[in-house]
């Protein structure tokens, strides 16, 4: 008894590829634009962090305020927290989970910004000075209370829900491709081999 060796062709593949779908849905917006505040934060907390650092070691070669150079030193510690919670970091998040939530997040900005501003330095050799602590603390200060109002509007919860499903979505398509790969590679071995 001889088999026929014909072989039945697969169903043609969809005309929407998976290419096509990644093409149609672009980035979120919302994410964008938290990204990019992401970014200013961290930025004006390691301005910060400068701000505080020159301070500090002010303190400590003048002699004058010993106090005031720890404190800045706290200062700084605390900024550089805030730098590694908006890089969402996931040790410092999971470790810190009050950081994961904007209130708390905004709250902490706060504090470093009136931490950058406390004991001001308004003597006459040092007016630029004191001209970029104040940039740096008040811009500090309002990324922190921007945070604060949109933790309580519930968009950091919006925000996390759309990453996930922008996650969920990329899974996605990467598992599409990958069994339209094997799709084909099932089609090419099926074909008979004409010599």
Known sequence: ???????????????ESSSSLRARSGPDLLLV????????TAL???LCIAVNLISAIRSFTDGSDVFNGIFRCY?????????????EWEFMIKFWKVLEYWVGR??????????????PDYSSKQKQFVVLENVASYMLL?????????GILCIGCLKRSRQQKQTT??????????????REELQQSLVPQRV
């Open 1 to 15: 008894m001889e088999r026929n060796e014909e072989t039945v062709p697969l169903p043609p593949s969809p005309p």
């Open 33 to 40: 634009i938290c990204r990019c505040f992401r970014v200013v």
């Open 44 to 46: 004006t907390a390691i």
């Open 75 to 87: 200062a700084v510690i605390v900024a550089l927290i805030v730098v590694f919670a908006e890089t």
């Open 106 to 119: 905004g709250m902490l900005q706060i504090f470093v910004a009136v931490m950058t501003r406390a004991f």
């Open 142 to 150: 309002a990324c922190g209370v921007v945070y604060v109002v949109l």
């Open 169 to 182: 979505r990329e899974q996605d398509i990467k598992d599409l491709e990958e069994l339209e790969r094997k």
